[in-house]
């Protein structure tokens, strides 16, 4: 394996990525500001299939084209793993925080699971969820914020803020229990950290209690 062979995430995401990211702001805001019919229509419009064809592809069955591996890794007895699967909700958030609430990997802006709550609330028809797994909304699905340790938690790795990255649910997912060695993907912690990024949506947190 050679470094220009490398690449950043298992296949970059279109550009319905961002668009449909834009919508969920849109949505977002219109939820906080009291417009029900415009974050419908937001939502609606969020609902690229587009999206949903693309994850399929990261998460679905295994390609050389996305994963460039096709054999799954020996992983460690649950025994000889680092102890706590992941890291606390407190921990996560500030993950989350660093990193501007952008994939490491792919850079797709990803949204709060909290957020995501509100909308399936507020907008059980529009924001559908449940159900068949790729049958989800497509944004709402696909830019889940994630965390992603570096080194798998099965392979070795710990919930050291050093070896955890935000990741969307495609790119978390897609690699599995993989090393970034082991599927060619060049080491996220190494670029640039994002400089601009969202909330994540955790503005809509403050409405749970309420919904």
Known sequence: MTEGLLRKCLLQPPSVFETAALQLEIAANAVLDGRQAE??????????????????RVVGPLSMDAHRNLTLPKVLPKDLRARGRMPSAKEQDAIFERDKWRCRFCGAKV????????????????????????????????LESSIDHVLPHSRGGTNDPENLVTSCYCCQRGRGQWTIEEVELLDPRLAEPPQFGWDGLTRLRKLRSNI
């Open 39 to 56: 974050a419908s229509a937001a939502l609606i419009l969020a609902d690229i299939q587009e999206i949903m064809a693309h994850t399929i």
């Open 111 to 142: 949204i709060c699971k909290k957020a995501r709550s509100v909308f399936v609330k507020m907008f059980p028809l529009e924001a559908h969820w449940g159900g068949k797994e790729y049958a989800q909304h497509t944004a709402l699905y696909a």
